[in-house]
């Protein structure tokens, strides 16, 4: 098989193209099963589609068996090796596959001469999707290589076969109403910022019934026809394709497949045919898309699956986009473009998509200023407030808002003057333009104490700012939003890819990987955790890495690779105790060896740290110390998990206190054991860009702090504006306060 092939179809761009000239789902199909064949020189590649209701799995295409057996082969779960394969969730291979006890035969399909046999389950987190399953008339042809190759082919391929699946199994159906919203009489809402920048822009509500597609209506009497509408869907494919180039090329490493879906829903014979038989029929154009797409809507909403159920954005758009096509509107037009958004709630995959969308900015009724929604925002620069002002939901789409996320205010059709001055203070601040300069030699108190600070990347777009901002190293990575922003587990070689281009941005500085720490917030819209009560308290980060140990593996291995010839550290979040460091360097020390096996290029032994999150570590830190090389205090859920305040939660905000005595005498705490070890100590949660903190921090003894590339400047500048002595006074009769009442008023005072 050609590796440099295998490599080929891992990036985004290659699948992309199965797309072009696809004319429906069954051709789609038809072109990913002769692509795989072609790229892993195989004589057979098929897809099989497992339909649970009926517990059947069916084959839907093939290159290599005969045509015939299209829809015609079907086994159910655990039948036959592929049905095995499906099963039992993991690829099988065999060098002879008709002495396997398991193998089927099915007279008539061709498959007598074939020999070797692979077959890859595609599963959505642990749901079935179907297989697809290569063979060849040579013995023993497949290898080891080749089945880690054909995994990372399949997992880029499960959510559009899985759309593709919805599509064929649906029929057009009918009318869905659209409800208007009341009206609204408040001028001024005050909220809490979760990433800085201003914006003035019609705002739209995010409701589950929203859809515009009402206001074309007036369209259907312009005569259009049904050449009129074939225009108009071949212009939506142009447009999709071209977006999805974009995306890709401006963020490389969350925006896996995003307009594939809609891609699809034009290709689909159902909905097209639909739409063509309506007009066919004698409705008009405009009429018959209406039509069928809020048939589809219903249906979609009728599905029992969060994730699946999400496609009606898809479908809607699509909708959309192609009567915009027919009205003679330009592309420029989306739903969210240029608008404010305003939603009770949004996961942190909405911000990209609307990000994509270009949309203004955003307030949420509900999430918190540490939520992994506002810490993506300010990666994306989209300004973001939250307020817990539920009236904001019946504002009339269109209304004039300013949104004044540095203050946190949002005022509702506000005076010319208001928004002058507003934007008039923000072009002075601008001027952290000239900061640049300031940033060129490494920050020192004004009493030369040298102070590091790094960047938190959460997105590949950030390295820019960090670069720019002369950051020493990456403090954070998260690796998260890769995985949060996909519609499944991105493959080893894909975060490989993700990696590499991290590692090369930075130019050779030291970049700290924090392995994957999803839950809580940040879910996984692709696998299904059951629900939890407490997400916080559940299934999340380390713990769902070392309970899914294939997928904390694939992580491992590819950051160990990409780090080869770079510098890097690994470190673990949320750990609680020295038994789940131990396990997590077993598996990093067995990877390590697995690689070296395999003798793939990776690094040798990367620097091991754990974030300090929970109050437990407080009681075995001096036990953590020799098992690591550093801490890194990821004060945002330090915070919260030791005041038991959730950091999402806006009725509770105001207990959400970082001076409370009891958070900054722990941190003396794990700063004075770790310099008993000679460990160091930075800090990588928000609390490090306040400056009050900053020179609590920097007294208590800490030199090292990781934050969100935009505050370096503004960081570097306090530091060289501090003394370390002033600091060290500050911290100790902060240390010495007893109430939260004594701290925050010496917090206050401390504010230049
Ligand atoms: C933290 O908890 O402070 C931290 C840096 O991690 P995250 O915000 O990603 O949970
Ligand atoms: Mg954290």
Known sequence: MKRDHAKLICDVGELSDIFHDTSSMEAFLQKIVELIAEHMSADVCS????????DELVLKATKGLKPSSVNNVKMKLGEGLTGKALKELRPICEAQARNNPNFRFFPGIGEERYESFLAVPMLRGNIRIGAIVVQSEKRNYFTNDDIYVFRAITSQLVNTVETAKLLMSFDEGKKAVVTPMPAFDIKLVKGRVGSEGVSFSPAIVLTENLTELTRYLSLAYKGLTL???HRAVEMAEEQLAQLQNQVEAMMYDVASLIFTSQILMLKDKSFINGIISLIEQGETPVHAIVQVVEGYVKKFGLINDAYLREKIHDVKDVGRRILENLAGESDTHHEYAEKLVIAHELLPSDALELYSQRVKGIIVLSGGVTSHLSILAR??????????EPQLMLLAAGTPVLLDAVMGNIHVNPHKAL??????????????ESLKALV????KTQDNVAVNLYANINLLGDVKAACEFNARGVGLYRTEFPFIMRSNFPSEEEQYQIYRRLLEGMGGKEVTFRTLDIGGDKVLSYYNNGKEENPFLGLRSIRFSLRHQDIFEQQIRAILRAGAGHNISIMFPMISSVDEVRQAKQILAECSRKLRKEKKDCHPEPRVGIMIELPSVLEIIEELSQEVEFFSVGTNDFIQYLLAVDRTNEKVADMYVPHHPAVLRALNKIVKAADRFKKTVSICGDMAHHRRYLEFFIGIGIRNFSVDPRYLPRMHQQIEEISHKNCQSFAENLLSKVTIGETSALIQGSRK
């Open 227 to 229: 050449a009129d509408f």
């Open 419 to 432: 928004v002058e001055n507003v934007f008039a203070r923000e072009d002075l601040n601008k001027n952290i």
């Open 47 to 54: 897809i099989y589609l497992y339909y649970e209701e009926r």
């Open 379 to 388: 990666s994306l620069g989209i300004p973001l407030v939250i307020a817990d």
């Open 440 to 443: 060129k030699s490494e920050p």
